[in-house]
T-cell receptor, first 110, second 116 residues
Framework: LAKTTQPISMDSYEGQEVNITCSHN???????ITWYQQFPSQGPRFIIQ???TKVTNEVASLFIPADRKSSTLSLPRVSLSDTAVYYC???????????FGTGTKLQVIP | NAGVMQNPRHLVRRRGQEARLRCSPM?????VYWYRQLPEEGLKFMVY????????ESGMPKERFSAEFPKEGPSILRIQQVVRGDSAAYFC??????????????FGPGTRLLVL
């Protein structure tokens, strides 16, 4: 079973760039790395997904080193509405079993 | 295109009663996942289903819990003889068929179960 590890919490001021790192030492060769955002009392929402190097969309960037044992979610210029829990997702043993990381609680401070 | 729908959004049961949670996946999606989230904790995988098949139920408690995804109708997560420890938020997610390793799961709003 793949194990993912993230910092439990992070604080950031508005307007700063936030980087959240997830380690996934047992990630399988064909697994993709996916990040989700969850607000209180809501279901997780897909943010970004990648396999290697760098992926960017309108919300965030995802950096994955060559060994793929970790990934870093980068949120540019965060605002108060980015306060949420962020999860990284990896799979083990094929795409049937999925594992969420412990989640990082991001608090954006005005 | 409606998102993943779950009902009820809130469910209150007394100890010993049965709880039935429903999940309607997004249109065209044939894969359904159920997760449980305890207060202040992360999501824990419970079960992965495709139409009429349970693919992986390794995260389901061995007793009292069952799940199905019939050919017609929503997926059902059933908890028999509920206990206070079953109080949690239960989330359903769906994904399209043949997504493979790039599969993206889309989550519903969850059902919050409270056992008195």
């Amino acid at each position: 079973l793949a194990k993912t590890t993230q910092p439990i919490s992070m604080d950031s001021y508005e307007g700063q760039e936030v980087n959240i790192t997830c380690s996934h030492n047992n990630i399988a060769t064909n697994d993709y790395i996916t990040w989700y955002q969850q607000f209180p009392s809501q279901g997780p929402r897909f943010i970004i997904q990648g396999y290697k190097t760098k992926v960017t969309n309108e919300v965030a960037s995802l950096f994955i080193p060559a060994d793929r044992k970790s990934s870093t979610l980068s949120l540019p210029r965060v605002s108060l509405s980015d306060t949420a829990v962020y999860y990284c997702l990896s799979r083990s043993g094929g795409y049937q079993k999925v594992t969420f990381g412990t989640g990082t609680k991001l608090q954006v401070i005005p | 295109n409606a998102g993943v729908m779950q009902n009820p959004r809130h469910l209150v049961r007394r100890r010993g009663q049965e709880a039935r949670l429903r999940c309607s996946p997004m249109k065209g999606h044939s894969h359904v996942y159920w997760y449980r989230q305890l207060p202040e904790e992360g999501l824990k995988f419970m079960v992965y289903l495709q139409k009429e098949n349970i693919i992986d139920e390794s995260g389901m408690p061995k007793e009292r819990f069952s799940a199905e995804f019939p050919k017609e109708g929503p997926s059902i997560l059933r908890i028999q003889q509920v206990v206070r420890g079953d109080s949690a938020a239960y989330f359903c997610a769906s994904s399209p068929p043949a997504s493979g390793y790039q599969e993206t799961q889309y989550f519903g709003p969850g059902t919050r179960l409270l056992v008195l």
